[in-house]
């Protein structure tokens, strides 16, 4: 049959067959019953898959596109000559052998978005999970931190104890050597005012041992709820197997955007559990906390004095403050310090140092210059 009456009888025919809603797989290299699909609902292109490269047919059926015949690519590798096939380039009209590569090409770019949004997919679950381990890795050092701390602080007390002892020490070996009475009897009472001041400080709390801060840690993580309906924009969503908890931005068909603070990651619907209106309710408010939180931590950074004066106090008072001190330029960052202290008979100034000594993040401490105050200032260098 003569193509273009043989195809327009062709296409006649499918659309009455179309009318009746029948199931069918129908084959043709009529070229005007490819543009059927998109005339007719209930009608679907299809073609079978071929391996440009080795032109070898794949015995793969694809739907929802129309496919090429691959009739010069075929025949060029049966080994027809290519004056031959320039002439039915010709002859079949330059736009008829450009529609059929145009095919192709769609086709070959069609393969190709969907392996990248394959890799797209599988790389913003891996950054997915990356934001979960960051999440944990975070939690491990503010712990960690947590204990550093305490025990700094149980360590300092330590200290004071020490320094007691050794100046008892000192007194001793005094009346031993048999120095004069009245200088002994005057260095005792100085012995009993520092005694009184250097007691610890009985509110300093004792570091919690892991079992404590499990516990500690268990009882304030707020409880998650899962809602077994869809997902929708504006819900709160965790992906299955994961702690990390974001907020649907967007729903595209299967797909759905998910930010998690500062990043936005690209996963199925069926990969994430929406939680229920009371765990969002509680994260919400557990943000607006952490959110006020280092807002004032960044309202004390603004306000930190780096200069402790500490001159004419009592060892008590100026261990209170040094510890402060000292504790809050850490958690702060601050690189460096100085502690005014006097000069003065140089307990004081010993007693600093020895609790800097103590400290690990303590870099470093040295005299200020001499034209500076010298000896009585301590400048301290902090590791950070």
């Not at 809050?328 to 010993?350: C, N, Q």
């Not at 401490?365 to 950070?384: C, S």
Request: overall charge neutral; aromatic content about 4%.
């Amino acid at each position: 049959t003569e193509p273009n009456l043989g195809g327009a009888i062709a296409e006649a025919m499918l659309e009455k067959l179309n009318e009746k809603k029948p199931f069918g797989i129908i084959t043709t290299h009529y070229a005007n019953m490819k543009s059927l699909a998109g005339k007719h609902e209930g009608i679907i292109n299809g073609a079978m898959l071929f391996d440009t490269i080795n032109i070898k047919p794949l015995f793969k059926l694809k739907t929802g596109a129309p496919g090429s015949s691959f009739a010069f690519e075929i025949a060029r590798n049966i080994g027809l000559p290519e004056a031959l096939l320039d002439r039915a380039t010709q002859i079949a009209g330059v736009e008829q052998v450009s529609f059929d590569h145009q095919l192709q090409e769609v086709e070959f770019r069609k393969n190709r978005i969907v392996e990248k949004e394959a890799q797209l997919r599988s790389a913003e679950e891996s950054l997915a999970e990356i934001i979960d381990k960051y999440s944990k890795l975070k939690e491990q050092l503010e712990t960690q931190k947590e204990q550093i701390i305490n025990q700094a602080k149980k360590e300092a007390s330590k200290i004071l104890k020490d320094t007691n002892q050794r100046i008892e020490n000192v007194i001793r070996q005094i009346r031993e050597s048999e120095a004069e009475k009245e200088r002994t009897k005057i260095l005792r009472a100085e012995l009993d005012a520092m005694k009184s001041e250097i007691q610890p400080d009985e509110n300093i709390p004792d570091p919690m041992s892991k079992t404590q801060l499990s516990k500690k840690k268990k009882k304030e993580k707020i409880q998650i709820e899962i809602d077994t309906e869809p997902a929708k924009t504006g819900d709160m969503v965790r992906i299955k197997g994961q702690e990390s908890i974001g907020e649907v931005l967007e729903i595209n068909g299967k797909d759905a955007i998910v930010s998690f603070g500062l990043m936005k990651v690209r996963t199925r619907i069926d990969k994430l559990e929406k939680l229920s209106s009371r765990t969002a309710a509680s994260l919400q408010k557990a943000q607006q906390i952490s959110t006020k939180i280092n807002f004032d931590l960044n309202e004390k950074v603004t306000s930190f004095n780096p200069n402790l004066d500490l001159r004419g106090k009592r060892i008590e008072e100026a261990s209170q403050l040094l510890r402060v001190f000292v504790d809050d330029a850490i958690l702060l960052g601050i690189k460096e310090v100085s502690i005014l202290h006097g000069k003065g008979d140089g307990i004081l100034r010993g007693f600093i140092r020895e609790y800097l000594n103590t400290i690990k993040e303590v870099k470093q401490y040295a005299d200020e210059h001499a034209d500076r105050g010298g000896a009585g200032i301590t400048n301290v260098t902090f590791r950070l």
